[in-house]
């Protein structure tokens, strides 16, 4: 029997403001009462008591932060949230609710909360918060799913939700997000000022014909209807006799799909009449399917659902929602196919440990600084426009990567002041450098050895080692990319064991994304005569990841025979932030993924320079980081040779001209 979160913070006292608490414990919150969100007993900047959830969650579309107000003199996390409360303006107190929790509750009494509320003009619908003891860390585990008493991390991320009826809709932004989109991303939770006509889950068969029932000319007669109406600028070249009789086969084909797909397990023909049982709050209903009578609705158990009212949001026709693994087409499990629980929205890996990087540089910001100093070195408007230092009223400060800001819109008298050297002339170091980035060389920074040119895949092959069943692979997540030292990896080791892979996951500046493996997994080869059949796919993970840090996840997988590939994608910059990890083991044919790599690239690209030039010339010269490798080298060239090369000319020093 589940404990009622009343039940678990009954012996705690209430927190005044010297009044101590007995923090709850961790491991004692049940997830299945509100939604595992503890009703800690605090007090407010006010003096007021106050409950967390009840008071300031439940039912409510809310805005919570951690911090101190000493951290606050070095971070100014508070000034950012003043920002996104001026931003949302009168919601705040009326359609959203913030709260701020400090973390440092012996320090921060309730009179200097109230103090540093005036400091922000805090109008009423923000809280500053204090609770005593473990209940703010316990609150920052249950929100970013932290380890006790682990602090990285916890006023660097903003929660906020929807906490109204049954939304129950959370997540995460930065705390120094810009105030236009934390604003954006707020309002997604709140009601639209038009809401939508209530739609059902499903059609109700009772009051609408049969699929079958659709001919050809009423499709065709509806498409020409919508042509003529709102949809019209964005159709009118499209829908016309002509494509109306091309797309009817594919309505009535993705129709068919759906119904097919609802089949419990994967691969089976349509199955034979047979009967589902529903179970929902104690009354059974018995639902017939795989006849083209039960696909028709006639027989149709569910009565029909409420179009408007409180009702038309819990339809009657909704199949429950199962937590399992997938099976195959045998119906076996296929472990680590259970992404997410109700009691653990990442099932499928523990918490990440999570490290400060010493350099968050990436290559772009790199690549930018040596192609700013390119330019400054052969244009002098490049030159003028770095070393100029004042700006009438601070305006057009000229953008420029060294100074840590993609663009600088107003600023003082010394906006324009570069903090490291201005070039006057082409440096072959700076060259050289660019060439390193594009190659793959190593340098000193974390994405040493991963190129941009790709062609060291022959050279990013790893098996799972048959003694820790684990592989290791470390990627680099920037603002438009992913970099890996991994192509592919051999599970011959644990074909028919679990298995686990170690990601080491550096996210350099403007990388800020949620970590996202997509694996897709083959139906069990064994039931298929040794052919991969694909089966199921999942995202693994949505974890939170913040630029600058480092995150290391075991990542738990299906046994070997199953896996296909795993796809890594950032949904906020997609698709240009994308990364693939081949099974090693498919030879697509007739000939395995790596070898289709060593023939192109040689088997070990980087091992001379003759050896990396002929992999680099396997690359079409169209490809952008090609084209920028090409320049480069030229410039290299006419650095090396000023006089009688085959571009002319004389030297870079005294030529103001680049082939940059």
């Not at 201005?422 to 920074?445: K, M």
Request: proline fraction near 7%.
């Amino acid at each position: 029997m589940s404990t009622t979160r009343r039940q678990l913070l009954s012996g705690a006292a209430q927190c005044g403001p010297n009044e101590s608490l007995t923090p709850t414990s961790v491991h004692q919150l049940d997830l299945n009462v509100r939604c595992g969100f503890p009703d800690v007993r605090a007090v407010s900047h006010t003096g007021e008591p106050v409950r967390f959830y009840e008071d300031r969650m439940q039912n409510k579309i809310f805005m919570v932060n951690f911090f101190s107000i000493d951290d606050d003199k070095m971070h100014s996390q508070t000034a950012h949230i003043a920002k996104i409360v001026e931003g949302l303006g009168d919601k705040v107190g009326r359609d959203v609710f913030i709260t701020s929790i400090t973390v440092d509750p012996i320090n921060d009494t309730v009179e200097r909360l109230a103090e540093h509320a005036r400091e922000f003009n805090a109008p009423d619908g923000w809280m500053f918060m204090r609770a005593a003891g473990e209940e703010p860390a316990m609150l920052a585990q249950r929100m970013y799913h932290f380890n006790r008493g682990a602090s990285v991390g916890m006023g660097r991320l903003v929660f906020y939700g929807n906490a109204t009826g049954n939304a129950r809709i959370w997540g995460t932004f930065p705390a120094k997000i810009t105030t236009q989109d934390a604003v954006h991303r707020i309002s997604w939770m709140l009601p639209s000022k038009k809401p939508a006509a209530p739609q059902l889950a499903g059609p109700s068969f009772r009051e609408r014909a049969p699929m079958r029932g659709i001919t050809a000319q009423r499709f065709e007669a509806a498409l020409l209807r919508l042509k003529r109406n709102q949809w019209s600028d964005v159709m009118r070249t499209k829908l016309d006799r002509r494509m109306a009789k091309v797309l009817l086969p594919a309505v009535m084909l993705a129709g068919t799909g759906a119904a097919f797909a609802q089949d419990g397990a994967p691969f089976q023909p349509l199955p034979a009449d047979r009967t589902m049982e529903v179970v929902n709050d104690g009354t059974k209903t018995i639902y017939k399917t795989g006849s083209a009578e039960a696909l028709s609705g006639a027989g149709h158990p569910f009565p029909p659902s409420e179009t408007l009212g409180a009702d038309s949001t819990n339809p009657s026709n909704l199949l429950p929602t199962i937590f399992g693994n997938a099976l195959d087409s045998a119906g076996n499990e296929i472990p680590n196919t259970l992404n997410s629980t109700p009691e653990n929205p990442y099932n499928l890996h523990p918490d990440p440990v999570v490290s400060v990087l010493a350099d968050d540089r990436g290559p772009e910001e790199d690549l930018a600084r040596v192609i700013k100093r390119l330019k400054e070195a052969t244009n002098w408007r490049e030159l003028w426009a770095t070393t100029q230092t004042r700006f009438h009223g601070g305006l057009r400060v000229p953008t420029d990567p060294r100074r840590g800001d993609s663009e600088v819109p107003r600023g003082d008298d010394a906006a324009g002041q570069i903090g490291e050297r201005v070039a006057t002339r082409v440096d072959q170091e700076d060259i050289q450098f660019a060439l390193d980035i594009l190659e793959g060389n190593p340098i000193n920074r974390v994405y040493s050895g991963m190129p941009l040119l790709n062609y060291k895949g022959p050279e990013q092959i790893k098996s799972v080692d048959p003694e820790t069943n684990s592989v290791t692979v470390h990627q680099v997540w920037g603002r438009h990319f992913i970099l890996s030292d991994t192509f592919s990896i051999d599970p011959s080791n644990v074909l028919d064991e679990e298995w686990t892979i170690n990601y080491v996951v550096d996210v350099v500046k403007r990388g800020h994304e949620d970590w996202a493996p997509f694996v897709m997994y083959f139906d069990d080869p064994n039931l298929r005569g040794g052919v991969g059949v694909p089966s199921v796919a999942l995202d693994g993970s949505f974890f939170p990841m913040n630029e600058g840090e480092r995150y290391e996840f075991d990542f738990k997988m299906a046994p070997g025979r199953f896996w296909n590939l795993t796809y890594h994608w950032g949904w906020r910059v997609h698709p240009s932030r994308i990364q693939a990890i081949e099974n090693a083991l498919k030879a697509p044919g007739g000939k395995s993924i790596p070898q289709w790599e060593i023939d192109v690239f040689g088997e070990a690209p980087s091992s001379s320079e003759a050896a990396k030039l002929a992999a680099i010339g396997m690359i079409g010269d169209l490809a952008p980081a090609k084209r920028m490798w090409l320049a480069l080298k030229a410039a290299g060239i006419q650095l090396q040779w000023p006089h009688g090369n085959q571009h002319g000319g004389s030297a870079c020093e005294g030529n103001r001209r680049s082939v940059l």
